[in-house]
């Protein structure tokens, strides 16, 4: 989850948050939950949408979260490079190192 | 049930609220109890369980308003305090109280306590914030799914609460029908049916309800897996195999459970809720701002030195009437004590007494509105960004932007600093953040600042005593850092932190906390400040025959000994060794220890005598960091035990000195 920069995401897997787990179910993020990536975790925490809370995840926990995208609006840090943080709006020029779509 | 005092057990309703973080439940106490406990809007303000007693009628009852929980799955300490208080103290009615606003996530433990089988009161909360954005639900439909009575009301504008109180009387004493609700699909409720059955054989349900114990068997609870290991071993076993059956049905069987607790509640809201989707979020706009990654950390900065230039524009006007006030009394009293009484209690009434503890009174409204700046940057829901933002920053040192909460916290006081660390999960973070928390200038050291600001940095008071409170956070970060790679090495612990929405701050609650805080100063002042500028006085009046506040009283034979250790940092006149020894008691006390001993001499005129601006601002860098008072090393004592809390002491001591000293002799180089 944690190269995810923004847009609509299906949580697959949460298995590996082992401690953690019953407490992310319990605000929502839950298998099969889609959630709303406000801001992604490559510029500082993530800032998340689960149905109307705002939660934000540190890079650690949201690192993982195993996901899938969930509109084509989703934008992602190229893999390796998450703490760089992307620059202006995804997608307008390759220097921005990001790509849209999936 | 039991009750303190003279109420009969068996007339007293036990109530307890429950609920997600930041919901209200705080908010919903006061209002049935009458009481003013604190209030705000970030999760975690309830750290520790509090108790008040309410009536209606001639009915009274008993309430207990609990830390927030997500769920009943303890994981940290404070969520733990709540999840073995619903279990173990087996209350008549649990109230559980949710945010209109957000059903969706607040219904997943109004659904577990109801399968834990308590009598549940769903309390929707904030209707007020509900009309506003045009939401309305069907609370009657809610009543008939859940099978227990749901009520709409608003704890701040103090709507429902009569018919909350009549609900509470109502079911508390006669009980909810027992209807079973069940929101689990066919395959986990056969399941269930059959653990229940095996339990009923053994003594594991004696003590618990026993679907509850089997959905938590089927979730893998560790601390319910106990009860099970317990059992025989051919129910043991059997237990087992049903849940690897059901696995083999629906997979991860605590998912399967998580799920469709979520398809009800998915279709409960869908059912019961009516929505208004046309709303601009005005939260969203706001943190796309205070939360972004360049401007986030600016903005934290300049809203905490707007709140100091706020403390000194508007408190010094005050300060300076109380300030004339005191100096009134004291001559007065003087001038009507001389002649009647003997020389020494005029000293003792004028200079000990009116002069120690309104030195330090006269700092009241700057408390004041330290606290009401504090207080509205807290009801808004800023403080939850602040954490936000600087978690990257905390990150960086081991930690996470949660242990920043606890620091904030101490920019009022320490002591529930000290508490708040226990909203963290891992040990290890409480403890680091509890070493660092004194680090983070507290009200009572906002005095020593604004005397030696006022005198020494008259033109730039305000960005003389941010640069104080800016050096505190950079130690704390500093000294976590060192103790994260040294003493407490340990992974990261991930976290989840909930950022509710923006609000307009609540100004009666938040003027109310300003107000309590400021009177707890005035206690301090009229309590412990009193005595120790007593015992101050004395110390600098005898022996007998020697000249009030000389070197030669004890007072300066104390200062005498310690003035030479503090030579270094640029101040080594025996009053400040004293004050600073009484510091330790309360940091309140060094304004007063400087005034008490000085007696009726000019504080300006000596503090210019004794310190020159370099060696001045090495002392307020020096009370800022040296050892916290007593009531914070109890604290952190009881938190963390005796071994840390001592550590504390001598490390913040050793830390100051070497600080401050490092400032005047680098800072003498230049300035010479």
């Known amino acids: 989850m944690s190269s995810i920069r923004k847009g609509q995401c299906k949580i697959v897997d949460i298995s590996r948050c082992e401690a953690q787990k019953s407490k992310l179910r319990s605000v929502g993020l839950i298998e099969n939950a889609v959630v709303d990536v406000i801001r992604g975790s490559a510029e500082g925490m993530m800032m998340l949408l689960v149905g109307k809370s705002r939660m934000g995840l540190s890079h650690f926990l949201a690192s993982k979260i195993l996901v899938e995208p969930a509109d084509e609006r989703v934008c992602f840090v190229i893999g390796g490079e998450e703490n760089n943080a992307p620059k202006g709006h995804v997608g307008r020029r390759r220097r921005y190192r990001c790509r849209t779509g999936w | 049930m039991h009750l303190k005092g003279t109420l009969v057990e068996e007339d007293v309703i036990d109530v307890v609220l429950a609920g997600n973080p930041n919901v209200g439940k705080t908010a919903v106490f006061n209002a049935l109890t009458g009481l003013h406990q604190k209030t705000g809007n970030w999760p975690g303000v309830t750290i520790e369980k509090k108790e008040g007693v309410f009536s209606c009628g001639s009915t009274k009852a008993r309430a207990v308003d609990l830390p927030g929980i997500y769920g009943l799955n303890a994981f940290s300490l404070d969520e733990r305090i709540s999840r073995d208080y619903l279990v173990s103290s087996r209350p008549d009615l649990v109230l559980s109280i949710i945010d209109s606003t957000n059903l969706q996530r607040n219904l ?317 999960e891992s040990r290890k973070d409480r403890i680091i953040t509890m070493l660092v928390s004194p680090f983070m200038s507290c009200s009572a050291r906002l005095p020593i600042y604004l005397t030696f600001a006022a005198v020494f940095f008259s033109r730039r008071q305000g960005t003389v005593v941010f640069s104080i409170y800016v050096i505190g956070i950079v130690a704390a970060i500093t000294m976590a850092r060192i103790f994260k790679s040294t003493i407490l090495k340990g992974e990261t612990s991930p976290f989840v932190l909930e950022l509710p929405p923006y609000r307009p701050p609540a100004m009666r609650e938040t003027l109310r906390f300003a107000g309590t805080k400021s009177l707890m100063f005035l206690k301090r002042a009229g309590t412990v400040i009193f005595v120790v500028v007593i015992v101050i006085w004395a110390l600098a009046t005898f022996p007998a025959g020697v000249e009030y506040g000389s070197q030669e009283s004890y007072a300066g034979m104390i200062g005498s000994t310690i003035a030479p250790l503090m030579s270094p940092m640029g101040f080594n006149n025996w009053e400040s060794g004293v004050a600073v020894l009484m510091g330790g008691l309360a940091k309140e006390v060094v304004v007063g220890t400087y005034e008490t001993l000085i007696g009726d001499g000019n504080l300006e005129l000596t503090l210019r005598e004794y310190f020159t601006p370099l060696s001045a601002y090495a002392f307020m860098l020096f009370t800022l960091l040296y050892m916290p008072c007593v009531a914070v090393f109890g604290a952190i004592w009881k938190e963390a035990g005796a071994k840390w809390a001592l550590f504390t002491v001598v490390y913040t001591t050793l830390f100051a000195f070497f600080v401050a000293s490092i400032v005047f002799q680098i800072g003498s180089l230049f300035l010479g």
């Not at chain 2, 009484?341 to 002069?355: A, F, H, T, Y």
């Not at chain 2, 309104?358 to 009241?364: D, N, Q």
């Not at chain 2, 960086?396 to 009022?412: E, N």
């Open chain 2, 108 to 424: 997943y433990l109004t659904l577990e306590l109801i399968e834990m089988g308590v009598n549940v009161v769903v309390v929707l909360n904030m209707q007020d914030e509900l009309e506003a954005q045009g939401i309305s639900i069907d609370t009657e439909g809610m009543t008939r799914t859940l099978g227990s009575p749901v009520l709409l009301i608003s704890a701040l504008k103090r709507t429902g609460i009569q018919e909350l109180k009549s609900e509470i009387i109502k079911n508390g004493k006669e009980g909810l029908p027992k209807t079973e609700r069940k929101f689990h699909d066919q395959r986990i409720e056969e399941a269930l049916r059959k653990i229940e059955s095996l339990i009923s054989l053994s003594e594991m349900g004696d003590k618990l309800n026993a679907r509850w114990l089997s959905i938590k068997l089927i979730e893998r609870d560790p601390e319910y897996r106990l009860i099970l290991e317990k059992a025989s071993a051919g129910i043991k076993s059997a237990v087992d195999q049903i849940i690897s059956d059901l696995e083999k049905s629906v997979g991860d069987a605590s998912v399967a459970i998580a799920q469709e607790r979520y398809r009800s509640i998915q279709e409960i809201d869908a059912n019961f809720v009516k929505k208004n989707t046309g709303r601009i979020d005005l939260t969203d706009r706001l943190d796309r701002v205070l939360t972004n990654k360049w401007l986030g950390i600016p903005i934290f900065f300049f809203l905490m030195w707007l709140t100091f230039q706020v403390t000194f524009a508007i408190g010094n006007f005050f300060l300076e009437q109380i300030e004339a006030g005191f100096e009134w009394l004291s001559e007065s009293a003087t001038a009507l004590l001389l002649g009647n009484v003997p020389e020494i209690v005029v000293s003792l009434v004028s200079d000990g007494i009116i002069g120690g503890v309104g030195s330090v009174m006269v700092f009241v409204p700057n408390i004041f509105f330290l606290f009401l700046m504090i207080g509205i940057l807290e009801s808004s829901g800023y403080m939850s960004r602040a954490a936000f933002v600087m978690d990257r920053l905390m990150h960086k040192i081991g930690l996470h932007g949660k242990s920043f909460i606890p620091m904030i916290i101490g920019f009022g006081c320490t002591v529930p600093a000290i508490m708040a660390t226990r909203t963290l």
